[in-house]
T-cell receptor, first 114, second 110 residues
Framework: DADVTQTPRNRITKTGKRIMLECSQTKGHDRMYWYRQDPGLGLRLIYYSFDVKDINKGEISDGYSVSRQAQAKFSLSLESAIPNQTALYFC?????????????FGQGTRLTVV | GEDVEQSLFLSVREGDSSVINCTYTDSSSTYLYWYKQEPGAGLQLLTYIFSNMDMKQDQRLTVLLNKKDKHLSLRIADTQTGDSAIYFCAEGDNFNKFYFGSGTKLNVKP
């Protein structure tokens, strides 16, 4: 089983609809992140959470919201989807501050807004 | 966020060495990483280097860090067709925030 699981893997939705992307992890990490990937732009940070009560905006948080329901779960919502939110979305986790640690990524959710 | 820059494409022949370059702006970066993304997959860590190191070698991979110029490179020796992927450079700060480059698409020709 994957350590970081994203659902759904693919989704097509209409402009104006609300959509939630879910992420769960079995690594026991405190830190979770949502990124979006666009061709030629790399990964850009949307939101990150260092524990259940600590949620922070990343560089492109407008139009998105998140919820950290538990240490293992971090969901990303688009309240009213628009076509320029069409992208590949990745959830990632990492260990606590001060540790030699990397980010572990889910397989990605491909979202298309039509 | 911090700027991490990479060229977008690199094409090499099988058996040659590949060198993927990256520049970054945050001099306080703690770790610098190289990730590999294969088609339809997430990112997998290839290797990393601590910011007080100059070089790290791991089998076919050699990472060079020039901290003065904020330049990081990844050399893949004896490049194989299975190395074709997108390679991301990333820097991590003291708070475990990660900043990624745009990715370099490596094409290995047989």
């Amino acid at each position: 089983d994957a350590d970081v699981t994203q659902t759904p893997r693919n989704r097509i939705t209409k402009t104006g609809k609300r959509i939630m992307l879910e992420c769960s992890q079995t690594k026991g990490h405190d830190r979770m992140y949502w990124y979006r990937q666009d061709p030629g732009l790399g990964l850009r940070l949307i939101y990150y959470s260092f524990d259940v009560k600590d949620i922070n905006k990343g560089e492109i948080s407008d139009g998105y919201s998140v919820s950290r329901q538990a240490q293992a779960k971090f969901s990303l919502s688009l309240e009213s989807a628009i076509p320029n939110q069409t992208a590949l979305y990745f959830c990632a986790t990492s260990g606590s501050r001060g540790m030699n640690t990397e980010a572990f990524f889910g397989q990605g959710t491909r979202l298309t807004v039509v | 966020g911090e700027d991490v820059e990479q060229s977008l494409f690199l094409s090499v022949r099988e058996g040659d060495s590949s060198v993927i370059n990256c520049t970054y702006t945050d001099s306080s970066s703690t770790y610098l990483y190289w990730y590999k993304q294969e088609p339809g997959a997430g990112l997998q860590l290839l290797t990393y280097i601590f910011s007080n190191m100059d070089m790290k070698q791991d089998q076919r991979l050699t990472v060079l860090l020039n901290k003065k110029d904020k330049h990081l490179s990844l050399r893949i020796a004896d490049t194989q067709t299975g190395d074709s992927a997108i390679y991301f450079c990333a820097e991590g700060d003291n708070f475990n925030k990660f900043y990624f480059g745009s990715g370099t698409k490596l094409n290995v020709k047989p």
